[in-house]
Nanobody, 126 residues
Framework: QVQLVESGGGSVQAGGSLRLSCAASGYTASSRCMGWFRQAPGKEREGIARMATVNGYTYYADFVKGRFTISRDNVNNMVYLQMNSLKPEDTAMYYC???????????????????WGQGTQVTVSS
């Protein structure tokens, strides 16, 4: 069974940085699509970035391009989200998600991912 555990959230001031980690188990790390999503109160869960662990291909939502970076460590089954230049509007619960890689990764839509972590809170103050 796939298990995902996020960590690294916290409170920072605008302009600051955080690095989120996702520890994964129960699957072959080199053949997965890993995604980061977030959900603010009263809003839908939105996709931030995804990576195919088999080839390292990445995709980012427009609102994080140039600020956030997704990376992986296949040996230790870890996925990371480096977040720089944080803004108050980045405040949300952040989730790690996984899905099988079948020739490509599914779109960055929450319903396309079957495995989820419990989330880690990120709060950015102005």
């Amino acid at each position: 069974q796939v298990q995902l555990v996020e960590s690294g959230g916290g409170s920072v001031q605008a302009g600051g940085s955080l690095r989120l980690s996702c520890a994964a188990s129960g699957y072959t790390a080199s053949s997965r699509c890993m995604g980061w999503f977030r959900q603010a109160p009263g809003k839908e869960r939105e996709g931030i970035a995804r990576m195919a662990t088999v080839n390292g291909y990445t995709y980012y939502a427009d609102f994080v391009k140039g600020r956030f970076t997704i990376s992986r460590d296949n040996v230790n089954n870890m996925v990371y989200l480096q977040m720089n230049s944080l803004k108050p509007e980045d405040t949300a619960m952040y989730y790690c998600a996984a899905e099988r890689f079948i020739s490509s990764c599914p779109p960055l839509i929450a319903s396309q991912y079957n495995y989820w972590g419990q989330g880690t809170q990120v709060t950015v103050s102005s």
